[in-house]
Structures are given as C-alpha cells and as structure tokens.
C-alpha cells in the first residue's frame, strides 16, 4: 500500500520524523494486533479512524502528532525546542533539547518503543536505563536543592537537554548516537512484515 503525504505542510527539518511517523504507526497497529483501516470511529476524524492515531499535522507553529496513545506536541522555544505530552487535556512538558536533530532522535525512540508494547523488556529503552548513563554524557540536576528536578544532559561540557532524570538516564545513550543507527536498533527485534507500506513524499 503506498500512502502519500504531503510534506510541503512541514518546514523540512520535521520531513522525516514526520514520514517515519506512518511507518512506525503501522507496526505499532499491527503489534498490538490490529489492522489499519479498520471501520470508523464515532466521533473520530477519518484519519484517526484509519491510523488509529493523529497523524502529523502543523497548528500554532507546533508539531503535533499521536505516539503511542498519546498526544505530542513539538514546539521551537528560545533555547531550543520542547516536546509536550498531554493525556486527556492534561498537558505537560517532556523534554526540553537545544538542537532539532535531538528531538528527532527522541521522537524516533518514542515511536520505536510504542512498536514493543507488551514486551518493553526486548526495547532498546529499557537496556539503556538498565546500563545507566552512557559514557560520555554526565547528568547535573536543574534545581539542585529540589529532590525531583529535572537533570541536565551535558555532553564536553555543554547542556544539550534537560528531562526527568529516569528519561534521561535512557536518552543519554542514543543521544549520542546518529538517527539511523537509533533506527537500525529498534527495527532489528521487530518481524519485517510489520512494516509494509511504502510512504511517498509528495510537495504541494
């Protein structure tokens, strides 16, 4: 099946996150046993319906786009950019990362990890946390006088993001790493017939 998506919506960092987006949602549907295209859903937009996600879309500057069950939203700060997630209209800030290229990373292991639900053990995620923070990368909390604040990610000495420190201890590993090596990892344990569409990029 090949699926068209207009890329030109998009300022061109975000074109690949963006055309990974439907790859990705297509095995996390077929992991968790289900079909694309399935009948509609009440109340639901056709393409929610089709997905079972919202597929990318730009709207007050923001990125926004479903991973996992979940909405994300990628937003350009003074420092960088910041990813929100919100569940429910509760919206909350996630990780905060000075370079584009970074957030792509991370959205990358956000899609990539929705894809091993019920086996979260077998994730590249879970390993990382489980080795502790990568060689090379240091933590230094934000607010050191606060128990629960967030932690820096430095890396020769410069602050490349701040997160949670559980988060951080995780994306400290392919934060190093290049997007497709990040890529190569998560597919490596996912059977190749969960990935079967063929995403054309089109600009309009």
């Known amino acids: ?40 859903i009440p109340m639901a937009t056709p393409e929610y319906s089709f997905w079972l996600a919202t597929p990318p879309f730009m709207e007050r500057g923001e990125l926004r786009l479903g991973i996992g069950g979940m909405h994300h939203y990628v937003i350009e700060t003074a420092e960088g950019w910041r990813l929100d997630q919100a569940e429910r209209n509760d919206r909350r800030p996630v990780v905060e990362l000075r370079n584009f290229p970074d957030m792509e990373k991370f959205l990358l292991c956000l899609m990539g990890e929705a894809a091993y639900k019920g086996d979260y053990t077998q994730a590249p995620y879970y390993r990382w946390y489980e080795q502790g923070v990568a060689p090379g990368v240091t933590l230094q909390p934000v607010d ?61």
């Open 1 to 40: 099946m090949k699926v068209r998506v207009d890329v030109g919506k998009f300022p061109s960092a975000a074109r690949r996150i963006v055309l990974d987006w439907y790859r990705w949602q297509e095995a996390y549907v077929r992991v968790m046993g289900k079909q694309l295209g399935g009948p509609p």
């Open 144 to 204: 050191p006088q606060n128990e629960y604040s967030p932690v820096y990610l430095i890396v020769e000495g410069e602050p490349q993001g701040s997160t949670r420190q559980s988060e951080a201890i995780s994306f400290s590993h392919p934060l190093l790493m290049t997007y497709e090596e990040i890529e190569t990892l998560y597919r490596s344990k996912i059977p190749s017939e969960m990935f079967t569409i063929d995403v054309v990029p089109i600009d309009d």
